[in-house]
């Protein structure tokens, strides 16, 4: 009978954990509280390329042994974006030595980046006395596939470059040189052999293939048939990451979802979208745009909400770091698209890092660093009240 | 057809009719050493063997194997199966005071094959053994103490596999003692090894890892950079209160020169670890808690990702529930178990910021196990961790079930 018992017992309870298996495990976050995942309706085809360039980009780690440095600034492309999320300061670019459309006078000093760390027995570089630079944060990666199906014209038709509507708002395009090895799209804009750039912080990068080839050589010191030539010699070295991975990363990158919105029927968030089209925040961080044609189906023909227009705006002098990149002035930056912006601190270790170099701790503080062409809308937020500062701000975390 | 249907008949009829090669009889159990108390030190013979005959060698082994169900975040791997560990040890006494012993194991399935024990001991006196061979080095408790039917958990502890690298073995030389009086034991054990390498800094877990070098396996026929690695460990036993264990591994992990010319310079480890084990008498309790600090020296114009300092631990607290004849199982006994454990990679400051380096990991593991023998243990754990990365950001929760069985053979 005790045996009996016992026996029933043992298989009462090896029923019951195999059946709550499914309720005891971590629930996962909430969709919307995460920057990575892939866009809906990709294939099975599509989710495998997926995970492939999720496995490259955020577990493959660079060791001097399969190619790391020997000057770098860090050892895994995860290791600037954890989840997919904005950077910290830990990783933070050093950009130098171009101060003008004339391009870049420390190329032979180890322009354009610095590489502040180095491998054992290696001495990592050091910024050349007297050249401009400027420190760049990490971005996030979501939504970068919406970004690069928007059409040019669609960028172009918010360029103002002479202001003639007069809304003290003038954001130009950063006319960049393609590397080689960027395919001109059909529909690409083009002026005087220059063609549009829309990433970056100075939006001097055509697309993600260019993103990922420099940031794998500039930021790791690998290099790839892409972007050949080692970042410590100087020298054209064999490729120490695959095309296929490249590839891959680049459609891990393009496929990446863009950021959900939470909150978005909250009182307050309601009332802080309507003030932030009130006081012209909208007039550079457009809110909507519609994709293009796309290769990859889930990325065609979408509308999508980056919060930005990708252009060049004068930012003020207190922005101004005295460096630049393409045809873009010291003090111009590309509008950050606000997208995510809520879920930054969820990548940056609890807190805000932001601006182009993380110097604003809050959103509050990064609103009133704008100036330049964001001085009229700076005046106007500070004329909101608490209250409304607050519905805007708890709009801004909301996207 | 027929014919061979009648042959296999005829042939599996012989088969179970038949007596086994070996006749049982011949075997026998090894009997233990109960000449004293025993000490982590004693463990690696501290362990059922098997005798043939008059043979002077003596077999042993251990096998586990496991299911679980572990889920990260929401997203699992499903059910899985695995054989962890299966490992075989044969030991020799090839004079009264001359032994030697052998571990070999193969890990989830064959993946990893190691020798994780071949020494010869020659004991001069109890107080003076030279070991020779590939040794265990001793850091801590569980790298010398690690048969899985001793432990009441399918996972061996985060902070004995990933803080530091057990199973750890290294070829070398060295010493070992031990004294007891009527209440109390001591044992001291001292090794020069072949060491760690510069994987320790440069490898694919992004973070300072010394488990690593593990994946060295010239290190069994090659220092890594011609300096030895120190490893030492004192340890002293109470009847009544337990024993406490201090040791220390240390040396330079980098190779600082090729063909006579500079590299780098030496850089060098340090662990230093502290562990404890005791029965509470009143509850008969087991308590057994390991604790380690690693300081490693890495290049400053290195990442910060790489960890100066790095420590963690464990408690396992066992708890016998039931001490009976179970299914026929004459002792068999119930447990109820708790592990606590905590490693933190990379114990800093951000040069940056100033705000400190997470990269920690903190998990509890509740169990019931059951014992029908002392040698054999099926256990029932459920895990949860917390892994936060280096910046700080919100966990990664890890949860599940596990379900296994360890026993010696």
Known sequence: ?399 | MKKYILYSAALLLFALSSHAQIDPSLLRRVPKDSSGMQMNLDAVYNRPFLQIGKLPVALGGYAEANYQYLGEDGITEGHQFQMRRLTLFVSSAISKRIKFLTEIEFEDGTKEINIEFASIDIEMSPLLNFRGGVVMNPIGAFNQNHDGPKWEFVDRPVSATQLLPATWSNVGFGIFGKKFTKEWAYAYEVYLTNGFDDQVIANTENKTFLPATKLNKDRFEESFNGSPMVTAKAAVRNRKIGEVGLSYMGGVYNKFEEDGLMLDKKRKLHVVAVDFNTTIPKTNTAVNAEWAWINVDVPSTYTEQFGHKQQGGFIDLVQPVLKKRMFGFEKAVLNVALRLEYVDWNNGRFKSTGGTIADHLFAFVPAVSWRPTAQTVLRLNYRYQLKTDLLGNPPAKLGGIQFGFATYF
């Not at chain 1, 780690?61 to 974006?81: E, N």
């Not at chain 1, 950021?259 to 909208?282: H, S, T, W, Y």
Request: aromatic share 10%; glycine share 10%.
């Open chain 1, 1 to 399: 009978m005790n045996k009996q018992f016992l026996f029933v017992a043992g298989f009462m309870l090896a029923v019951t954990v195999y059946v709550s298996c499914t309720k005891i495990l971590p629930k996962a976050p909430a969709d919307d509280e995460l920057l990575d995942g892939p866009v809906e309706g990709l294939s099975p085809e599509q989710h495998a390329r997926f995970i492939a360039g999720d496995v490259a980009f955020n577990d493959e780690v660079f060791t001097p042994a399969t190619g790391l440095g020997p000057v770098f600034v860090a050892t895994s492309c995860g290791t600037c974006h954890a989840g997919d999320g904005k950077g910290h300061p830990f990783t933070m670019l050093t950009r130098f030595g171009q101060t003008d459309a004339t391009g870049n006078q420390y190329l032979n000093l180890g322009g354009p980046q610095l590489q502040h760390r180095a491998i054992p027995g290696f001495e990592p570089e050091q910024l050349p006395a007297g050249a401009a630079f400027s420190k760049f944060m990490p971005p996030a990666n979501t939504g970068l596939g919406f970004v690069e199906a928007i059409p040019d014209a669609s960028i172009l038709a918010l360029a103002d470059e002479n202001d003639l509507n007069g809304d003290g708002i003038s954001g130009r395009v950063n006319w960049i040189n393609l590397p080689s090895y960027v395919t001109v799209p059909a529909n690409a804009v083009q002026q005087q052999g220059k063609y549009i750039g829309r990433f970056g912080k100075k939006a001097a990068v055509f697309n993600l293939l260019q993103q990922t080839a420099n940031a794998y050589n500039q930021d790791m010191g690998i290099t790839s048939l892409f972007e050949a030539k080692d970042t410590y010699s100087g020298l054209e070295i064999d490729p120490e990451v695959s095309t296929k991975t490249v590839n891959d990363v680049v459609f891990y990158l393009q496929t990446l979802k863009a950021p959900i919105q939470r909150n978005k029927n909250d009182a307050d968030v309601l009332a802080g979208n309507m003030l932030f089209e009130k006081i012209a925040c909208a007039s550079c961080h457009t809110p909507s745009f519609t994709t293009g044609a796309s290769i990859i189906a889930s990325l065609a023909n979408k509308t999508i909400f980056p919060f930005s227009d990708f252009l060049l705006h004068d930012m003020g002098t207190g922005l101004d770091d005295g460096y630049t990149e393409g045809s873009a002035l010291t003090a111009e930056w590309r509008t950050p698209p606000l997208w995510g912006l809520g879920l930054s601190r969820n990548s940056q270790g609890g807190q805000y890092f932001l601006m182009h170099d993380g110097r604003a701790k809050s959103i509050d503080e990064a609103i009133l660093l704008h100036g330049g062409e964001a001085m009229q809308t700076k005046q106007k937020y500070l004329q909101l009240t608490a209250d409304e500062k607050r519905r805007l701000i708890a709009f801004l975390e909301s996207l």
